[in-house]
C-alpha cells in the first residue's frame, strides 16, 4: 500500500519557535509538494520539489522554509512561527509522468 | 498558470446525478485536468484524470469540451458517503520543473438523505 507519512497529527508551539514539518513517502516519487489548507481558502501550494535538492517556490512562500536532502523525505520549516501559520500542512507526492498525487493524513499546528 | 472556478458548494440527494463543473479559461496546452475528494481531517485522494473529450472509471465521469476551458465532473447515483469537498486540478501531468500544481477553493457537496 502506497503510503505519503506526515510525522505529526497534532503540534502546538509557540510564537517564535522554529518548527519541522517531517514528509516521507515510500513510493520513490521525485515530486514531493508542501500544501497548507485554510477555511475559505482551499489548498494553497507552498513549496515543491522536483528532485533531490531541489525546490521551488510555490504560491505562498513567505516565512517558510523546505529541505529535500533525500528523495524520499521532504521538510517544511517555519523558521520563526507566527499565529497567522496556524493552519493544517498537507504533504504530497507524484512520480515524474504525473498523474496522481498522493497526500499524507495532514499535520494540524497550532501557533499560540 | 491556469487558475480555477468551482462553486462553492452544492446539495443534492441520495441517488441523484452530480455534475460539478470547473471553469479554467487559460488552461494551457500541456495542462491535463484532475479531481480529488476530500473528506475532513483527511488529505485529498485523486477521483479522475482528463486531457480531453470524456474519461469514465469506477466511480465517476469527467466531461472536457473541445476547448478544454471548463471541465465537468459527474457522480452517478450520490450517497450520504460522497459528501466532501471536490477539487479541480489543472495543471502540467509533469507536477515537477516545468510548473507546479495549484488547487482552486473546492465544492463542497452536501448528499441529504
Known amino acids: 500500500d502506497v503510503k505519503v507519512t506526515q510525522s505529526s497529527r497534532y503540534l502546538v508551539k509557540r510564537t517564535g519557535e522554529k518548527v519541522f514539518l517531517e514528509c516521507v513517502q515510500d513510493?520513490?516519487?521525485?515530486?514531493m509538494f508542501w500544501y497548507r489548507q485554510d477555511p475559505g481558502l482551499g489548498l494553497r501550494l507552498i513549496y515543491f520539489s522536483y528532485d533531490v535538492k531541489m525546490k521551488e517556490k510555490g504560491d505562498i512562500p513567505e516565512g517558510y522554509s523546505v529541505s529535500r536532502e533525500k528523495k524520499e523525505r521532504f521538510s517544511l520549516i517555519l523558521e520563526s512561527a507566527s499565529t497567522n501559520q496556524t493552519s493544517m500542512y498537507l504533504c504530497?507526492?507524484?512520480?515524474?509522468?504525473?498523474?496522481?498525487?498522493?497526500f499524507g493524513e495532514g499535520s494540524r499546528l497550532t501557533v499560540l | 498558470l491556469a487558475k480555477t472556478t468551482q462553486p462553492i458548494s452544492m446539495d443534492s440527494y441520495e441517488g441523484q446525478e452530480v455534475n460539478i463543473t470547473c471553469s479554467h479559461n487559460?488552461?494551457?496546452?500541456?495542462?491535463?485536468i484532475t479531481w480529488y475528494q476530500q473528506f475532513p481531517s483527511q488529505g485529498p485522494r485523486f477521483i479522475i484524470q482528463?486531457?480531453?473529450t470524456k474519461v469514465t472509471n469506477e466511480v465517476a465521469s469527467l466531461f472536457i469540451p473541445a476547448d478544454r476551458k471548463s471541465s465537468t465532473l459527474s457522480l452517478p447515483r450520490v450517497s450520504l458517503s460522497d459528501t466532501a469537498v471536490y477539487y479541480c486540478l489543472v495543471g502540467e501531468h509533469y507536477g515537477g520543473s516545468q510548473g507546479n500544481l495549484i488547487f482552486g477553493k473546492g465544492t463542497k457537496l452536501s448528499v441529504k438523505p
Open positions: 482528463g486531457y480531453k
Open positions: 487559460n488552461i494551457a496546452t500541456n495542462d491535463y
Open positions: 513510493m520513490d516519487h521525485e515530486n
Open positions: 504530497a507526492s507524484t512520480n515524474r509522468e504525473g498523474g496522481e498525487l498522493f
